[in-house]
């Protein structure tokens, strides 16, 4: 695997693509124990980044309002 990068900078799909990529080595089974170790702890660490971004999105989603006669859309800031 590259570098390292600070997950709390990674978009959605770069954290998902490294989560993938770790299950693809740990399923390999030929990493020591240690490796596989933190592999599966910089997994947990990007699977929460990927769930943060998930619900950040949702709740943003969620604040998109289509007036039913105008059909105008409106979007509500939301403090994240």
């Known amino acids: 695997m590259a570098e390292k ?5 990674m978009e959605f799909e770069e954290a998902l693509k490294e989560l993938e ?6 399923e390999e089974g030929k990493s020591t ?3 596989s170790v933190d592999l599966y702890e ?4 990007l699977k929460k ?3 943060q971004i998930l619900e950040e999105t949702q709740l ?3 604040q998109i309002a289509v007036d039913k006669e105008t ?8 403090d994240l």
């Not at 059909?71 to 939301?78: A, F, K, L, P, R």
């Open 49 to 51: 980044r990927c769930d």
């Open 60 to 62: 943003k989603i969620n």
């Open 5 to 9: 990068k600070d997950v709390e900078k």
């Open 71 to 78: 059909g105008t859309v409106s979007v509500s800031e939301v």
């Open 42 to 45: 910089r997994g947990i660490v």
């Open 21 to 26: 990529d770790i299950v693809k080595v740990l």
């Open 33 to 35: 124990l240690k490796e």
